[in-house]
């Protein structure tokens, strides 16, 4: 039977190397790549160009990279939880581009779904739409927006098993099925590997086909950014 | 003048039985709370979320159970859970009922804008780009005018725009307004203990009335 | 909480009008929504344009509307196992319109997603490229290819629960989920309806937005059309 | 000549493990009987399914899982279920190591038509299109010549065209040959007991070989 599992993620984490453009899987810290982060911050790869909806906070996510300066370029939808990240920017130590939340959800769709190229509503008469082409449909204005695709996408599920296929959790499922599509290398860490042929195929969010790598993660922080309780 | 909860208070009158609506950050958050009794609402949470449920208790906080403003929360019954490209395939095609946002800025024919300020750190829009696109309804929840006096409704936004043509109704602490279809805020209705010309005054777009006689907002 | 059950089909599907495009989910036999197809022959409803992989059996599935000449035109990728089909077409009674499979799937995906068009490669330097826009994105032409939508789709699920929350059951999977996305009012039917709550919210696979009715069919005879077992 | 049985079970023989392979009806659906023994290759169906078992037992029948042939299959251990749109998203990105389909005729520089006879009832081409399109690698099944004795191994197409410049190899009743990326097939392997006499009669396009001595096909 076909066996993705890696025990170490040091040496496949070792591949990304300087100037690679990876993906990384997280809405704010929920569903992040803890591990993963980890051995990119050992590694001390650098100059990443990085697509991820958010970029960590100061000590934890892809702050921690920010911090090292291992990121040169950062594609995300919102950026707001990161002092650090600020001073780069304003410094013109950080390449940012910012692209509205769900075109970016579906450009990393597009590039794994092997469309170049769609059309979308959103960013239609504002700094968004500068330089893009933009069209009518049904009396409708949309803009043409392009796949996006990465050297390596880093992600995090819940459970997986040795053919790839992965289960997220909750709301920590987010941008790591679509990112899992659109890279060249996918390594997924997760926090239970269970035996082939236990995870009900009716049930599997991303068939293994999408993932290079698979790596059982312990403790996992999972830090709350909010914590907001009923009272 | 309204509280902020009571701007959202009266944005929850308007939720009708079955829809589907996503809440902004901020005040639209709080419309949560004031959802009539009797009225189903299922709330829609871009980050991959549909039956929101209210916040938990401490012992049921689960990190990998957040909202779009990263604050924990619980599911409905009902709830379903899916990827950030499905989220805004729902958003784009137009399944939900309601959108309610914040805002910096509206212009009197419909644009906002509320995802950055010159000069000042650019944090990102988010998916407010996407949501005003695609809405056919959205509610703006927001003062009437800034901290230092200068009205937010205005003949044309200032501030970089986040989309075109697209609010239907304003809430603010001081009047629920409606924008025209031909353009200009039609005012509907009063906060309690403000009249028709404080309104004026606190709005530099052109405000329309059908009457002189515009209700006070009703809380029951 | 919300309840979308239906107790009977007639009343909803009678509101398919003379000349409606609907979408019909399945492939083969399918998952295909076999109460509401019957409703539809009971309905009487005429000139109707079909979207749906397949046009059934001569005595089963969408063959049972074609018999009846309740179908004006089919949009589908393959129409193959069907007799009175063939002689309707040649007869130039029926309207057909072929579509490479998975551009039917993306197209019915975008209508679904808000996309009003993209951009494949299937079809280039085919017939089907005839009459499109092409274009080149790194040295590959792709062709433009459109969203599409419906009036209903009439679609078939294992489970449900009053929300309109589906799971479907092995590869009956197929076109159902995209066609729930991409029509204004869907028909959902499902061999169990089951209490709201009780599915698993990271086990569904077309969240309930999606759905308008929902009704528990009975006694599904599941036709196979290719009965293959190991010797 | 081969068998249709022998050009599947010589195609399992480019079977390598680990791969994701997509095999179209006809013969290619054969060559899953051949599959090498220490080979681990994970069969996808664009009706929705990774990891296509054999044919059930009897008992073990469902109706509710079949393959693109509408046959009734089983899964194998680690399968994945997905939707039509997710299958040939899946197909387009490229994930998928090997594509292999029957063919009416190939051209020398790698054309395809295998869905449409003018004159005949059209079927539809399914998800043949989609996947010619997208495949990097894709091996052709067929009879080196129609039952007329036509050559379908031609200079250019005469039916109408699946795909453009996508076949890499073709495996028929005499040879083995893969279309060269300048144009021409060259010819690897012969059919044994057939000469290169043989299936230079056979074939109308450029056939080209690097020695005289091509080997025989090697079944073990």
Sequence with gaps: ?231 | MLTKFQIAQRIAQELKDGYYVNLGIGIPTLVANYIPHGINVILQSENGLLGMGEFPLSEDVDADLINAGKQTVTMQKGAALFNSAESFAMIRSGKINLTVLGAMEVSENGDIANWKVPGKMVKGMGGAMDLVASAKNIIVAMQHTSKDGKSKLLKECSLPITGLNCVKKIITDLAVLQVLPTGGFELLERAPGVSVADILAATEGSLMFKSDDIPEMCFI
């Design chain 1, 1 to 231: 039977m076909i066996n993705k599992i890696i025990l170490d993620l040091k040496p496949y984490i070792n591949k990304i190397s300087d100037g690679a453009t990876i993906m990384v899987g997280g809405f704010g810290l929920c569903g992040i790549p803890e591990k993963s982060i980890s051995a990119l911050l050992e590694s001390g790869v650098k100059n990443l160009t990085c697509i991820s909806n958010n970029a960590g906070v100061d000590d934890f996510g892809l702050g921690l990279l920010l911090k090292t300066k291992q990121i040169k370029k950062m594609i995300a939808s919102y950026v707001g939880e990161n002092e650090e990240f600020e001073r780069q920017m304003l410094n013109g130590e950080l390449e940012v581009e910012l692209i509205p939340q769900g075109t970016l959800a579906e450009r990393i769709r597009a590039g794994g779904a092997g469309i170049p190229a769609f059309f979308t509503p959103a960013g239609v008469g504002t700094e968004v739409a500068i330089g893009k082409e933009s069209r009518v449909f049904n009396n409708i204005t949309y803009l043409m927006e392009h796949g996006l695709t990465a050297d390596f996408s880093i992600i995090k599920a819940w459970k997986g098993d040795a053919a790839g296929n992965l289960i997220y959790k909750g709301t920590a499922r987010n941008f790591n099925p679509i990112m899992a599509t659109a890279a060249n290398i996918t390594i997924a860490e997760v926090e239970e590997i269970v035996p082939t042929g236990t995870l009900d195929p009716n049930e599997i969010h991303t068939p293994g086909i999408y993932v290079t790598h698979i790596y059982e993660g312990k403790d996992y922080e999972k830090r709350i950014e909010q914590l907001t309780t009923k009272s």
